[in-house]
């Protein structure tokens, strides 16, 4: 297989993930942070790291009180709540409320294709041409700009002063 038959392979069909696997955690994790809904404010973020972070494969739910969540990432009961129920709207998990000493059961919506691969558009993030190098103008020389020396420049009162240790 040749690399350009391999990287058309790959085109047509995009990597894949078991549910609640490492891979799919990262993933889900990162749909939410690519979400435009988010506003960038990080809550959702934090409080879907908590509840990825607490996810029993074996009991295929995660389990956290908003105590715990507070605790964890320092927000406030009220942005938790408010977190947790627009994350469970917009259908990146499922919530069953805990009663009681029983803490709140989540369930993932795992991801189980990467984000960027559900993104048609994706711009790097380095432009394509560079500003950092300045073109030379037609009023400039090569002795424009002096070379980088490590010589100290003082004059007056700052060099008198350098010399005689005062």
């Known amino acids: ?52 972070d607490r996810h029993m494969q074996a009991k295929g739910n995660s389990r956290a009180s908003v105590r715990f969540i507070e605790q964890a990432t320092g927000l406030s009961k009220g942005i938790i709540i408010k977190a947790c129920r627009e994350l469970v709207e917009w259908g990146y998990m499922t919530q069953r409320i805990g009663i009681g000493t029983r803490p709140t059961e989540f369930s993932p919506n795992w991801s189980s294709v990467s984000p ?29 700009v002096p070379p980088e020396s490590n010589e100290i420049l003082l004059t007056g009162h700052g060099l008198q002063s350098l010399c005689t240790g005062r």
């Open 116 to 144: 960027a691969s559900n993104a048609k558009d994706i711009l790097s993030s380095v432009p394509l041409e560079s500003n950092a190098s300045v073109p030379l103008e037609s009023n400039t020389t090569a002795f424009s």
């Open 1 to 52: 297989m040749t690399a350009e038959d391999k990287r058309q392979s790959e085109e047509r069909a995009p990597r894949t993930a078991p549910q609640g696997s490492l891979l799919s955690q990262w993933w889900t994790l990162g749909d939410i942070i690519l979400d435009r809904r988010t506003n960038g404010s990080g809550r959702h973020i934090k409080v879907a790291w908590v509840i990825i």
